[in-house]
């Protein structure tokens, strides 16, 4: 248990669906990354925020993908009329901008389903 | 963009060495991270690179050549649990971390 946390751990939806996926942080990190990761791949950058700002996002990600984080602590990760192709593991990872190293520390993933 | 190449697949045996290299491609280069992730788990952090050279942890060691955009994983030693998906990472100065599609290292026995 890395101190990152998710929820759900599994969601099954149907296309079209709206799904909302919580990550909560190590409570001192200030950096909190989402992505995505099918069988076979690396994970795959979406967003990422330090404190409240998004500071950038994939040009992959569709408008139907957002994320906030509106108190610099918890983020959620939304998706709007889901596709089979949004089917995947979705990370979050935090971590504390200090010197050089910018160690993510990793939750255990929200793996979506879209039937 | 951002392109990172490694092996997809490496098979070595109990007790020896295996290195793992990765060479990428990428603007505004800030360091180079190595992950390992078990099949069902979630990637964990192994090592960082932000300078040339060598950065040892117990079994594991990883090195950077920024001028030939290139990085290994160094793993000593090598023991049943090591078998996983091992991960390379570019970090950008933009804050943006790139990771590769991940080497397969199989440890027999």
């Known amino acids: 248990d890395t101190g990152v946390s998710q929820d759900p751990r599994h969601k099954i939806t149907k296309r079209g669906q709206n799904v909302t996926f919580r990550c909560d942080p190590i409570s001192e990190h200030n950096r909190l990354y989402w992505y995505r990761q099918t069988l076979g791949q690396g994970p795959e950058f979406l967003t990422y925020?330090?404190?409240?700002?998004?500071?950038?996002k994939s040009r992959l990600l569709s408008d139907r993908f957002s994320a906030e984080r509106p108190k610099g602590s918890f983020s959620t990760l939304e998706i709007q009329r889901t596709e089979q192709g949004d089917s995947a593991m979705y990370l979050c990872?935090?971590?504390?901008?200090?010197?050089?190293?910018?160690?993510?520390?990793f939750g255990p993933g929200t793996r979506l389903t879209v039937l | 963009g951002q392109s990172l190449e490694q092996p997809s697949e490496v098979t070595a045996v109990e007790g020896a060495i295996v290195q793992i290299n990765c060479t990428y491609q990428?603007?505004?280069?800030?360091?180079l991270s190595w992950y390992q992730q078990h099949d069902g788990g979630a990637p964990t952090f192994l090592s960082y690179n932000a300078l040339d050279g060598l950065e040892e942890t117990g079994r594991f060691s990883s090195f950077l050549s920024r001028s030939d955009s290139y990085g290994y994983l160094l793993l000593q030693e090598l023991q049943m649990k090591d078998s996983a998906s091992y991960f390379c990472?570019?970090?950008?100065?933009?804050?943006?971390?790139?990771f590769g599609d991940g080497t397969t290292l199989t440890v027999k026995p």
């Open positions: 990872a935090s971590s504390l901008t200090s010197g050089q190293a910018d160690t993510q520390y």
């Open positions: 925020f330090q404190n409240e700002a998004q500071l950038e």
């Open positions: 990472a570019v970090k950008t100065n933009a804050g943006k971390s790139t």
């Open positions: 990428t603007s505004g280069f800030y360091g």
